[in-house]
Nanobody, 124 residues
Framework: QVQLVESGGGLVQAGGSLRLSCAAS????????MGWFRQAPGKERDFVAA????????YYANSVKGRFTISRDNAKNTVYLQMNNLKSEDTAVYYC?????????????????WGQGTQVTVSS
């Protein structure tokens, strides 16, 4: 059974930082592209960041470029999202997702596995 478990969310003041982790189990994700999405209250789930299985190619939403960094440790089957200079508009539930292929995608319909999400709240 494939499982993605996010952690690291919480409450932080504007300008602060958080690092989200997504631990994958049930199969090796070393050949899988991974992504992060987020959903704010009353809004649709949006793309945040993604990277290919080797980590060479990374993609970011314009709203987080320069502030967020996605990375992965294939030996640990874990993907991370380092979030710096957080803003109130970053408040959302953050979801980790994995594809069966090594090619990264920026739309949620491309992803095959999803975590349950972790809440990030940024106070202004």
């Amino acid at each position: 059974q494939v499982q993605l478990v996010e952690s690291g969310g919480g409450l932080v003041q504007a300008g602060g930082s958080l690092r989200l982790s997504c631990a994958a189990s049930g199969r090796s994700f070393s050949n899988s592209a991974m992504g992060w999405f987020r959903q704010a209250p009353g809004k649709e789930r949006d793309f945040v960041a993604a990277l290919t299985w080797g980590g060479r190619n990374r993609y970011y939403a314009n709203s987080v470029k320069g502030r967020f960094t996605i990375s992965r440790d294939n030996a640990k089957n874990t993907v991370y999202l380092q979030m710096n200079n957080l803003k109130s508009e970053d408040t959302a539930v953050y979801y980790c997702a994995a594809r069966r292929t090594e090619v990264a995608g920026t739309t949620q319909d491309l992803y095959d596995y999803w975590g349950q999400g972790t809440q990030v709240t940024v106070s202004s």
